[in-house]
């Protein structure tokens, strides 16, 4: 006989009171009836997320994500998102273009933890317009009117990586010192002698080691976003981290991965590296370090796939795109917006008049000794 497969079970979210759609609300936390206003507890789980052993060569990860969902892939610029079943999607949440295909589906590991929206949209709204008045080199035109911007909550998949380090390093550490040496000049025709401190490097070998636990590097998944952009977003406080539920995502848009995990340990180690290489620098101390060379090794590498909160929007302002994002968490702004060549010119102008002045000034007391 042969076995049964088992069919996971989808989660709607019908009110109990009306039978209309019940969706994430982000003031109350809860569900709430877009019908009759009801609410709906979500009931919170905080237990840890599991940390996964990168090298253990296992793919066992929970690929039901407990809600009925349909993979769109944008036309124009290559976004894969999952969207819920019953919604109807007619742009792309990512650039805005009507270019949406359904894909044919395919597996995705479902994340064990998620931050919940924390801004609503009129907040993040809110949030872009006080952006935009802090910036000086934006056209006064486009600080004063109302950006007409059609906001998408979406779902960010991420990657965080912990590990410990031991790093070994060598270099030629350079410390400054200082002579008095005598020097001759002409000045108004005469020679005169004159004193002043020469600085000279000492360089002498220097080797040791560096230890460190690395938590939590966050690598995003996306790659609809370059990665200034999401980091000008600023950290996300992951102890706000809740286990995956799928209500809340009801109501928006949870983007499909592209970067899988071995791709996002390399960029994660590029991370540590820096961070390595800083620590260290200041450890070497010194005036000047040449000839750096650092050998790092990994051990109880672990990861976890999470989703966090993001406000995404496109506008167009004088014909041409932009885009902003504000995290859904903090409602800190991050995007491009367009600049005024005015004030550009005006900046450079008025650095330039500070540059001469300095030169003149210099040149003055010179010509005076």
């Known amino acids: ?196 401190q020469e600085r000279y490097t000492v360089w002498h070998f220097v080797s040791g080691s560096y230890d460190h636990f690395f938590d939590d590097v966050l690598i995003p998944a996306s790659g609809q976003y370059d990665a200034k952009l999401l980091d000008r977003l600023g950290d996300f406080r992951l102890d706000g981290l809740l286990g995956y539920k799928p209500d809340y995502l009801s109501g928006y848009v949870a983007e499909r991965y592209s970067i899988g995990r071995s791709r996002g340990w390399e960029l994660a180690k590029a991370r540590i590296a820096s961070s390595v290489e800083s620590a260290v620098r200041s450890q070497i101390g010194g005036d000047e370090i040449s000839n750096l060379s650092i050998s790092t090794r990994y051990a109880n590498q672990t990861y976890k796939h999470l989703l966090l909160p993001v406000w995404n929007a496109t506008y167009t302002y004088k014909s041409k795109p932009y885009r902003f994002m504000v995290n859904g968490q903090t409602g800190l702004v991050s995007g491009h917006a367009p600049r005024s060549p005015w004030k550009i010119a005006f900046f450079t102008l008025a650095c330039l008049a500070v540059i001469a002045a300095v030169v003149l000034l210099v040149m003055s007391r010179q010509g005076q000794g």
């Open 1 to 196: 006989m042969a076995e049964e497969t088992k069919v996971p079970e989808v989660v709607a979210f019908p009110c109990a009171g009306c039978g209309g759609p019940m969706l994430f609300d982000v003031g109350s936390q809860q569900l709430k009836c877009q019908y009759c206003g009801r609410l709906q507890e979500i009931e919170e789980d905080r237990t840890p997320p599991s940390e996964h052993d990168l090298e253990d060569g296992k793919d066992d990860a929970d690929t039901d994500w407990g809600i009925a969902q349909v993979a769109v892939k944008c036309g124009n610029c290559g976004g894969e998102s999952l969207i819920p079943a019953q919604q109807t999607a007619t742009v792309c949440a990512f650039c805005g273009s009507p270019k949406v295909l359904p894909q044919p589906e395919t597996a995705s590991i479902r994340p064990e933890s998620l931050i919940p929206f924390h801004v609503d949209s009129d907040a993040a709204e809110a949030s872009f317009r006080s952006w935009k008045k802090k910036r000086w080199f934006l056209p006064n035109a486009f600080k004063r009117e109302r950006t007409a911007a059609r906001l998408t909550g979406i779902y960010i998949p991420y990657w965080t990586y912990d590990t410990d380090t031991d790093s070994s390093y060598s270099a030629q550490r350079g410390d400054y010192h200082y002579r008095t040496v005598t020097r001759t000049r002409t000045v108004d025709g005469k020679t005169e002698t004159y004193t002043e």
